[in-house]
């Protein structure tokens, strides 16, 4: 994780070329409002102050200015809805690492204990091909005691990074809260998430954890959202099948498929897997080799 202080040593050192092409910028932003609005016309965005001394994103800034100060009073547990702007091609990956040191340092900061730690998926966005890679860091987290997922993959906005549904989510990390936190008994509180996979022949079978009182497609009919490749990689839209507390996908194009995965993509619209108590199944790819990076 030290490329991140890495990147805000260069962002410093940047900081006084870019505050004079700033200043530039902003002179010509003036002239071209005015020119504007004596025109009638439609202001142009006024250009962003570059980052630097005291900007928000700087490494740990946050932290020491807003979390610190409250770690010497007792916390019954967090919520954490965040990982936006990690999802990308060179911190989507490694913010499974960090995420869960982050979630650590926490819990060592206010020595109590591995207090619940509950935090939301990110939900369907056109955004690009590194948010299920996001996604997928996230859930890694759960290997970790005392933490829950609320899995939000059907009530987002493709067009709106901040959708408007947060009822939901709430009630969602709720049931968490609730199980974990509260320790209610015989209570659904998390969507299917992917245990493990068995080959049989030219299918796939996936075994869920959370299958509630069953499995079953959104609004009924055919399930959808799951793709197989074999050996070369190469996916391919999957026939895919409720079958007891399992689903079983195919392609006829596949004789030995390999591996699989569901929900794979920045804003997946037709992936309709639940559990009978309405809760989605989290996006999860099985089955490749993924690199260490």
């Known amino acids: 994780l030290r490329f991140y202080l890495d990147d805000w040593r260069k962002t410093l050192e940047n900081y006084p070329a870019a505050t004079e092409k700033y200043s530039r910028a902003m002179e010509e932003w003036k002239t071209k409002a005015a020119e504007a609005k004596r025109a009638g016309a439609a202001v142009p965005a006024q250009p962003r102050p570059p980052a630097g001394p005291g900007h928000q994103n700087t490494p740990a800034g946050l932290f020491n200015a807003m979390i610190a100060p409250l770690t010497p009073y007792a916390i019954r547990g967090a919520i954490w809805y965040q990982g936006e702007a990690n999802a990308n091609e060179r911190q989507a990956f490694s913010y499974r690492r960090l995420f869960r040191l982050m979630i650590e340092d926490w ?8 207090f619940p730690f509950l935090f939301v998926q990110l939900a369907n966005f056109k ?23 609320a899995v939000i993959i059907d009530i987002g ?45 030219g299918r796939l ?8 009182s069953g499995l079953a497609a959104r609004g009924g009919g055919a399930l959808k959202g799951f793709e197989i ?8 839209p999957a026939v895919a ?3 007891g507390a399992a689903v079983v996908v195919s392609n006829s ?3 030995r498929p390999v591996s699989v995965r569901y929900a794979w993509s920045d804003n997946p619209e037709e992936a309709n ?15 490749e080799k993924v690199p260490l990076r």
């Open 229 to 236: 490749a074999g050996a070369d990689g190469r996916y391919v």
């Open 273 to 287: 897997l639940i559990n009978r108590e309405g809760l989605p199944a989290s996006p999860f790819r099985a089955g």
């Open 205 to 212: 079978r996936l075994w869920f954890d959370h299958t509630g």
């Open 107 to 114: 819990r060592q900061a206010w020595g109590q204990g591995p």
């Open 253 to 255: 194009a596949i004789s």
């Open 241 to 243: 099948a409720i079958d």
């Open 157 to 201: 906005d493709p067009d709106n990074i901040h959708p408007a549904n947060k009822q939901e989510v709430g009630r969602r990390l709720a049931l968490w809260a609730r199980a974990i936190t509260y320790g209610e008994k015989d209570l659904v509180y998390s969507g299917l998430l992917y245990r493990q996979m068995s080959a049989e022949g």
């Open 127 to 149: 955004s690009n091909e590194y948010w299920p890679v996001l996604r997928e860091s996230q859930t890694d987290a759960l290997n970790l005691v005392n933490t829950g997922m």
